[in-house]
C-alpha cells in the first residue's frame, strides 16, 4: 500500500500531465478533449487539496 509521500507525488505527477494536455487541447481548440480533461484536473486538485498540498505553483489552468 502506498504512503502518503507516494500518493501526493503520483497526484502531482497525474496533475501536471493533465494540466499539459489541457492546455494543448484549448491551444488545439479541442472542445470536447479539453472538457474531458478538466473532469480529471477538478478530481486531482481535489485528492491534492484534501491531502494539503499547496497548488499555488503547481496550479497553471487557474479554474
Known amino acids: 500500500m502506498p504512503n502518503t509521500g507516494e500518493i501526493i507525488r503520483d497526484s502531482i505527477r497525474d ?29 486531482l486538485k481535489g485528492i491534492l487539496t484534501s491531502l494539503g498540498v499547496n497548488l499555488t505553483e503547481l496550479d497553471r489552468i487557474k479554474e
Open 15 to 43: 496533475f501536471s500531465r493533465v494540466q499539459r494536455r489541457m492546455l494543448l487541447a484549448r491551444e488545439e481548440n479541442a472542445e470536447r478533449t479539453y472538457a474531458d480533461l478538466k473532469e480529471e484536473y477538478i478530481d
